[in-house]
């Protein structure tokens, strides 16, 4: 028999907000526990919501960014149920009417290109964070109330290649919207993943299995596609599936039981009556996606028009403050092309080597940008480049200063230069001798011996040119 | 010279003349206050009345508040002194921050010196199912009657002359019907035009910060101080706020005024029917227009179940936050679970526990549409019809309870079908977020009772200009228990 | 609707996180029979269950957000005064199994 896998996920994407959903306290990460909270985050009583203008704009973005309907009348609902996390007993979220609804996304597989639905996106807020002692355990209320952002998926995926695809392209859009870190293994970025088997061609659902606790894209693909021939093979057997809820297990990359599903929980939602509804004007709307940051689409396109090719382009766009280097650097004025071929080459080992994040290069964009104009302008050559922008990095000057002080300036002048080469020629007549009997090397020779006198500053495109020059008119 | 018995206006006159100083007055209220034997106190904050009289802001001098003594109900957020909604479970809790509403008395120069009594966690509406226990009404010395709940021990301490004014909160009728047992003007704004911040929360959607006063005239006055926006309540109204003293003195001429005749009838004593009539009558030889109109009687029987199914299911999650982790009296227990259980299985009454599984019933899947949704369907209906006698007239006027205060034998909180109009209609201002007052109107065996009055939302200057014209004709007003009555 | 019956209300108080006295339950099942038929006779007024469910007391809708402006958050020991166990900054509970 053969068997379909029918996935959806839930994402959860941490906001990296000012202060929180329904709070003034700061959003930081590493704080000391407890020191980031006021007194919404506590619950304490008679205490009252207030909705974060960014955290909704965020919301409009990325709903925009997944081609969703938005609805522009912001109305939020309690969850009803009690745990050691949550400090209300409730946690507000919009249950009936989420801002987006109704979008999808185009990935691309192995297999071509696949649109993904998706269902709703909605607002809420993050609970506390435990730390599980083995007696105990210790609450920090720094994490509850930080907003959130939660993309449910149509379950229109069918393998785990498509489900990390799909988690690759939401991460990149939250990312470089400057929504979230988007980062899995801090759980800013948090994915359930519901899968369940069903026979080719057949229209019925399975039973649905839940996995929790996957902190990296590759551990979402290794989980279902070992969930689908876990599944299979029970099928296959004449068993049933339980309806489950299992956790990835690092080690052995097998998913694990962690309970068995009784009944659904019955949350008891209602509208939250703390928070008036919240109309968002047209022009709100349509302000909080014109101003919203470039999307890695987008970008890549506009990349390939600036002339680059289809890998660097995508090298680039593979991490937003990368490709938002890249376009500071672009601001030089100077060749796309060559930028790439740096930002690519030259920068990117240099982080890799000491594990920096471009954020904290002490090379500004721009500052390379003019290295770069140097180039073009043949004012150093790109070894000299290279040693320039080393100096760059070690002592965060400028390049036209460096390559004063390190003395590299080319002899670019035409003037000074010919007077060398005719020095030069004039002291080796049988070498223009033997280029004009069709000894091309001799040229070399020439070549040699003015670079010798201008102790290498000669720009060497403009000196080849000058030498055949003089030569031709003997 | 007594000074605690006496209206704003009065104290404040006092004050400018140099007839008496803040201290005095503060030192007078402490003093009444420990020789209460109502139960009208949950914590006397003495020395932190007389830090504030020394910090006293002499700019503000003109303020009719600067330098007034005023309680708080033990449901409003006070920072660095005890609250404790009088449950056991928020024995011991001491706020960070004090309520928005605490905020702009004490900027208006009052003082605060005692928290008062109050049904536990303001669900009930007999001022006897409180931590301390019964309150009892100043008015009747033998101590057999409730003053009425839920904000009984800011009406007793009124009704003792301890201070002027003090600050209650009304979800169903929680200001205005311990005022008709009182004899004190009880008032309730439009729902948002007082920051519900730092009030402790019974049901949002029908939660009212209001308060007791001697007469008409100091309500009014004290709504200018708190009335207005406030950032950190999202249901607190952008509209502006007006004088709302300016008109109070504009008469009744053209007014129109509707009596509900489903209401009316549901009462029986003919005391009360007989003094409501006369206010009638001067209102209408004043130049007002009052007419009895109707209300389907069935809307009227449903207000009760309606408020019972929606105010339960919002309280249930509302103090879903007091579970002993963060704050309040926690209980130990061997897991998370346990001390959750622990704590609340011991810090609610049974009464309160009853109710929060009422509204948890109301809120389940599979009752929702039966219980809490058909509640919700019930009260548009319910605001609609009223809505539509606000349509034709400037107020709604009946009488605020169906009789003077009940024996304190008998009144249980338990629900029940009796006086279920009568005793219970005054939830509609809650439902519709109206402006509403209560006023004394008259006596029985010294026993006082009040009357209501409703306009539609925002429109508080109206109210009180009717109001005010109803207190000139009774001549009831700045009324204190006395000793020995 | 769910059937009210002791077992029902007592699940549904373990849901809320407390327990009560058989007494008290017996109590409530008599409170219940009260409201269940008043509600019941809520469901036979006329245009009751066309009526749309009302949350607020009248429009109220409103066009504010807050600004994304982070204040001075709390002290901590101010904001720990009220938790009975505290630990290293911290708020313990006996450990939370997952």
């Known amino acids: 028999m053969e068997f379909e896998a029918v996935i959806g996920l839930e994402i959860h994407v941490e906001m990296k907000t000012k202060s929180k959903m329904f709070s003034s306290a700061p959003v930081t990460f590493g704080s000391d526990p407890n020191t980031q909270i006021n007194p919404i985050d506590m619950a304490f009583p008679g205490t009252l919501p207030q909705v974060n203008k960014q955290a909704v704009i965020n919301a409009i973005r990325v709903s925009h960014a997944l081609n969703m309907k938005i609805d522009n009348l912001v109305v939020f609902e309690r969850k009803n149920y009690f745990y050691s996390d949550l400090p209300k007993g409730y946690q507000i979220t919009q249950q009936f009417r989420p801002i987006g609804s109704d979008g999808y996304l185009t990935i691309q597989t192995s297999q071509g290109e696949k649109r993904i639905g998706i269902e709703r996106l909605h607002m809420e807020e993050d609970t506390c964070k435990q730390l599980h002692s083995w007696d105990f355990s210790l609450l920090d209320y720094n994490r509850a109330g930080i907003p959130l952002i939660e993309i449910v998926s149509l379950p229109e995926m069918r393998s785990g290649e498509e489900a990390a695809k799909y988690v690759e392209k939401i991460r990149s859009i939250v990312t470089f919207l400057d929504v979230s870190d988007g980062k899995m293994e801090e759980g800013s970025l948090r994915c359930d993943v519901n899968i369940s088997l069903r026979e080719k061609g057949s229209t019925k659902f399975g039973t649905k299995v839940e996995i929790k606790n996957l902190n990296s894209i590759n551990n979402i693909q290794k989980a279902i596609d070992f969930e689908i021939s876990r599944q299979s093979i029970i099928l296959e057997f004449g068993g049933h599936i339980e309806q489950e809820t299992r956790r990835f297990d690092e080690g052995s990359k097998e998913t694990v039981l962690m309970r068995v599903k009784t009944d659904a929980v019955d949350y008891k939602y209602f509208t939250d009556p703390n928070i008036a509804p919240i109309k968002l004007s047209k022009e709100f709307i349509e302000e909080a996606i014109k101003s919203s940051p470039e999307l890695a689409e987008s970008k890549l396109k506009r990349y390939k028009e600036l002339g680059l090719n289809e890998y660097d382009s995508s090298l680039l766009i593979a991490d937003k403050d990368i490709s938002n280097y890249f376009d500071s650097g672009l601001k030089s004025g100077c060749s796309a092309k060559l930028l790439a071929n740096w930002v690519i080459g030259d920068v990117q080992s240099c982080l890799n080597k000491d594990g920096e994040s471009i954020k904290a290069f002490p090379v500004s964009a721009l500052s390379l940008g003019k290295l770069i104009l140097l180039v073009e302008k043949n004012e150093v050559s790109n070894k000299q480049a290279r040693e320039v922008f080393a100096k760059m990095i070690e002592t965060g000057k400028e390049a036209n200063e460096l390559v004063k002080e390190m003395g590299l300036s080319q002899v670019s002048d035409t003037g000074e230069l010919l007077s060398i080469i005719k020095e030069v020629i004039d002291a080796n007549p049988q070498s223009v001798i033997d280029y004009k009997a069709g000894k091309d090397r001799a040229i070399g020779f020439i070549v040699g011996q003015v670079m010798k006198k201008t102790q290498g500053k000669a720009n060497p495109a403009l000196a080849n040119k000058l030498i055949l020059e003089e030569i031709n008119r003997r | 010279m007594e000074y605690m018995n006496k209206s704003l206006t009065q104290i404040h006159n006092a004050l400018i003349k140099g007839e008496v100083t803040p201290l005095e007055l503060v030192k007078e209220a402490i003093e009444k206050a420990k020789k209460d034997d109502n139960n009208a106190f949950e914590y006397i904050c003495e020395k932190e009345a007389l830090e504030a009289v020394k910090k006293l802001d002499e700019s503000n001098k003109d303020s009719l508040l600067w330098g007034v003594p005023v309680v708080i109900k033990d449901n409003y957020s006070t920072k660095d002194i005890p609250t404790t909604a009088s449950s056991n479970i928020l024995n011991g809790y001491v706020p960070v921050f004090s309520a928005e509403a605490v905020i702009r008395l004490e900027k208006a120069g009052a003082i605060v010196i005692a928290k008062t009594t109050m049904d536990e966690l303001a669900m009930g509406g007999s001022g006897t199912t409180g931590h301390l226990g019964v309150t009892y009404n100043p008015w009747d010395k033998s101590k057999t009657r409730i003053v009425g709940g839920s904000s009984c021990g800011s009406a007793a301490a009124m009704a003792s002359g301890i201070v002027p004014i003090a600050l209650g909160s009304d979800t169903g009728d929680s200001v205005r019907k311990p005022a008709s047992y009182a004899a004190l003007v009880g008032f309730k704004p439009t729902w948002g035009r007082i920051s519900r911040f730092g009030l402790f929360p019974f049901a949002t959607s029908l939660d009212h910060v209001g308060y007791f006063s001697r007469n008409v005239y100091d309500s009014a006055y004290l709504l200018n101080v708190l009335a207005g926006h406030d950032d950190k309540d999202f249901s607190s109204s952008f509209k502006e706020v007006n004088d709302y003293t300016s008109k109070i003195n504009e008469g009744v001429i053209n007014k129109r005024i509707a009596v509900i005749k489903g209401i009316i009838d549901s009462i029986k004593d003919k005391t009360v029917l007989a003094s409501f009539d006369e206010s009638i009558n001067y209102l209408k030889k004043q130049g007002a227009t009052v007419d009895v109109v109707e209300i389907d009687i069935n809307l009227l029987k449903s207000i009760f179940p309606t408020y019972v199914i929606i105010s339960c299911a919002e309280a249930t999650s509302n103090n879903a936050n007091l579970d002993g982790i963060k704050f309040g009296n926690r209980i130990e227990g061997e897991s998370f679970e346990e001390v959750m259980m622990n704590t609340r299985t011991n810090g609610f009454s049974p009464l309160i526990k009853r109710r929060f599984v009422i509204g948890s019933f109301s809120l389940m899947r599979e009752n929702q549409d039966e219980l809490f949704v058909r509640a919700q369907k019930c009260r548009r209906m319910i605001v609609d019809a009223f809505n539509k006698v606000f349509e034709k007239y400037d107020a709604i006027y009946c009488p605020a309870s169906p009789s003077i205060a009940p024996l304190i034998k008998g009144s249980s909180d338990t629900l029940s079908d009796e006086y279920l109009i009568a005793d219970n209609y005054m939830a509609f201002g809650n439902m519709g977020g109206y402006p509403s007052i209560t006023l004394p109107i008259g006596f029985e065996n010294n026993m006082p009772f009040g009357a209501n009055l409703t306009c539609k939302p925002f429109d508080e200057a109206n109210l009180f200009s009717i109001a005010n014209e109803i207190e000139k004709g009774t001549g009831l007003k700045d009324l204190v228990a006395k000793e020995g009555r | ?98």
Not at chain 3, 21 to 50: A, T
């Open chain 3, 1 to 98: 609707m769910k059937n009210i019956n002791k077992e029902t209300l007592k699940m549904a108080a373990n849901k809320l996180m407390f327990d009560m006295s058989e007494e008290q339950y017996n109590h409530l099942l008599n409170e219940f029979d009260v409201i269940v038929s008043q509600m019941n006779l809520i469901g036979k007024i006329e245009g009751v269950d066309n009526a749309t469910p009302m949350t607020f007391p009248f429009d109220v809708t409103s066009t504010k957000l807050r600004e994304d402006v982070a204040t001075t958050p709390l002290d901590r020991d101010v904001a720990l005064r009220n938790a009975k166990d505290v630990v290293d900054g911290q708020i313990r509970l006996p450990r939370v199994v997952k």
